[in-house]
């Protein structure tokens, strides 16, 4: 009985381990895309207020 209540709390640790490092990829992914969207965003964003500029 031992035995099988060891390998259950082993086993239970490493899916608590599994979810961290899905948790992490996720993180990088949304990180990836978040910065992705700034550099291009940023470029309208830059060529919009230019033309406000240019247009006062």
Same mark, same amino acid.
């Given at each position: *009985?031992? /035995?099988?209540? +060891?390998?259950? $709390? +082993?086993?239970?640790?490493?899916?608590? #381990?599994?979810? *961290?490092?899905?948790? @992490? /990829?996720? /993180?990088? @992914? $949304?990180? @990836?895309? !978040? !910065? #992705? #969207?700034? +550099?291009? *965003? #940023?470029?309208?964003? +830059? &060529? $919009?207020? &230019? &033309? !406000?500029?240019?247009?006062?």
């Amino acid at each position: *009985m031992d /035995l099988i209540i +060891k390998l259950y $709390v +082993k086993a239970d640790e490493l899916a608590r #381990g599994q979810t *961290m490092t899905e948790y @992490a /990829l996720i /993180l990088a @992914a $949304v990180a @990836a895309i !978040v !910065v #992705g #969207g700034y +550099k291009t *965003m #940023g470029t309208t964003i +830059k &060529s $919009v207020l &230019s &033309s !406000v500029n240019n247009e006062l």
